[in-house]
């Protein structure tokens, strides 16, 4: 069992920076490919980057460029550096830890942290 558990989020004006960090609970963080999903209202979550264990990153096309994620194995901590954030941006950011053992999946998430871009 992992717990996941998200900050940095808040109100931020367009063209503004944030920066989300995920701390996890197991030890077993090095072994998980973590992810950044978000939820808009009405909207399905749609993923926004991954990391594997590797350090090798995956973004939606929306926010390459922009936005940065990286991890700590040390901390057991995930970080999303948002940059020159747009208000389409505005979501519910959840952070993700994905591992297949053995064909059986796990997922664990976070409770999500709020994000708006607003002036």
């Known amino acids: 069992q992992m717990r996941l558990a998200e900050s940095g989020g808040g109100l931020v004006q367009p063209g503004g920076s944030l920066r989300l960090s995920c701390a996890a609970s197991?030890?077993?963080?090095?072994?998980?490919?973590m992810g950044w999903y978000r939820q808009a209202p009405g909207k399905e979550r749609e993923l926004v980057a991954t990391i594997a264990r590797g350090a090798i990153t995956n973004y939606a096309e929306s926010v390459k460029g922009r936005f940065t994620m990286s991890r700590d194995n040390a901390k057991n901590t995930v970080y999303l550096q948002m940059n020159g954030l747009k208000p389409e941006d505005t979501a519910v950011y959840y952070c993700?830890?994905?591992?297949?053992?053995?064909?059986?999946?796990?997922?664990?998430w976070g409770q999500g942290t709020q994000v708006t871009v607003s002036s």
């Open positions: 197991a030890n077993i963080f090095s072994l998980y490919r």
């Open positions: 993700n830890a994905h591992r297949t053992l053995l064909s059986q999946e796990y997922d664990y």
